[in-house]
């Protein structure tokens, strides 16, 4: 029995197009939050993915009951995903508030993809491809110059703050980029072992956004106190973290955590070219040149896998060898020695 390569290609394709996707509606976030200034850190975060999880939880209500049995046999990987998706968006709201959105988000979404793929090698002994390491240098190179052009870009140039609130922000973004791996690998786990992506993503999500209510009680005042703080606050739950969400689930179904993880890094790129159409910041050529090595990162692991060793074989007159099933998903797998 031989395993359908193509179509095993395919569905990693397509689950980096849903990753991808996921990636646009988180990149609209900051300049959706520019729109309630009065609104905290902390309210933005917990309104966001609390509301957002809660609401994965709730449509996903007889996916989980069906499945109850394997979430309570795993309710370890549930609760250290969870505990990890409530304090991301703490994290990663109040680095941008202290150490400033350009330093924030280069540590929370730069250094995601290292962190799980320090993870992956600890718990499941997954190897780092040449590829993956490739992918994700460009991929943190460009981020690095995209944040440098956006503080540069900024009116007054770079964001002024205190040692002390940078050196704390960049803690903060050290945490968020840490859970943020935490959690992605956590659902890849569940979904895994046998558990459907709606099942896990609502189960994780579900309990972390109930951890997040009593933040959203105490901090979350001021997004009512107008319409468009609500409008706001509401945006936030319902498109980039519950839809986005969705769309993240399904393709950790199909593409392992490291690699959701670097593809995530076109969040910062969007987010800043939403900045200057929206917002009408400036981004100098040195942001350009970060958006297209996160562009070229994308397209490392975009890429159809095996074209250049089918290139060779076919160069060497090489026949493709046949794999099994139990071959192919060794390969997909990478496991280390």
Not at 44 to 71: C, K, N, S, T
Request: aromatic share 6%; glycine share 12%.
């Amino acid at each position: 029995m031989t395993a359908p390569g193509p179509g095993a290609r395919a569905s990693a394709g397509a689950g980096s197009l849903c990753v991808l996707a996921a990636s646009v509606l988180w990149g609209t976030t900051g300049t959706a939050a520019t729109f309630a200034p009065d609104v905290g850190p902390l309210a933005i975060g917990a309104v966001a993915m609390g509301l957002g999880g809660l609401l994965q939880a709730l449509v996903a209500a007889a996916r989980i009951a069906r499945q109850a049995p394997r979430l309570r046999a795993r309710r370890g990987t549930v609760l250290l995903g969870s505990v990890a998706v409530a304090a991301y968006p703490l994290a990663f709201y109040s680095a941008m508030h202290l150490a400033g959105v350009a330093v924030g988000t280069v540590v929370s979404i730069g250094m995601a993809p290292p962190a799980s793929a320090v993870i992956e090698r600890v718990m499941d002994r997954r190897r780092l491809t040449r590829r993956w390491k490739l992918g994700a240098a460009l991929g943190l190179l460009g981020t690095l110059m995209l944040c440098a052009g956006q503080a540069a870009g900024a009116p007054g140039g770079a964001e002024r703050t205190s040692t002390a609130a940078t050196v704390l922000g960049v803690g903060l973004g050290l945490i968020a980029a840490t859970t943020y791996a935490l959690y992605s690998w956590a659902a890849h786990r569940l979904i895994t072992q046998e558990v459907t992506s709606r099942a896990a993503m609502g189960a994780v999500f579900g309990v972390g956004g109930l951890l997040l209510v009593p933040v959203l009680v105490v901090t979350g005042a001021p997004l009512l106190d107008s319409g468009s703080n609500m409008a706001v606050g509401a945006y936030m739950a319902l498109v980039p973290m519950f839809a986005g969400y969705v769309l993240f689930g399904w393709g950790l179904a199909h593409v392992p955590a490291s690699t959701a993880t670097t593809l995530s890094l076109l969040e910062p790129a969007v987010a800043a070219v939403f900045a200057v159409l929206v917002i009408g910041e400036r981004l100098p050529a040195v942001g350009w040149g970060g958006i297209a090595l996160v562009l070229a990162c994308l397209a490392v692991f975009t890429a159809p896998a095996g074209v250049s060793r089918r290139r060779r074989q076919r160069r060497d007159g090489v026949p493709p060898p046949r794999r099994t099933a139990v071959e192919h998903t060794a390969a997909q797998s990478d496991p280390a020695p």
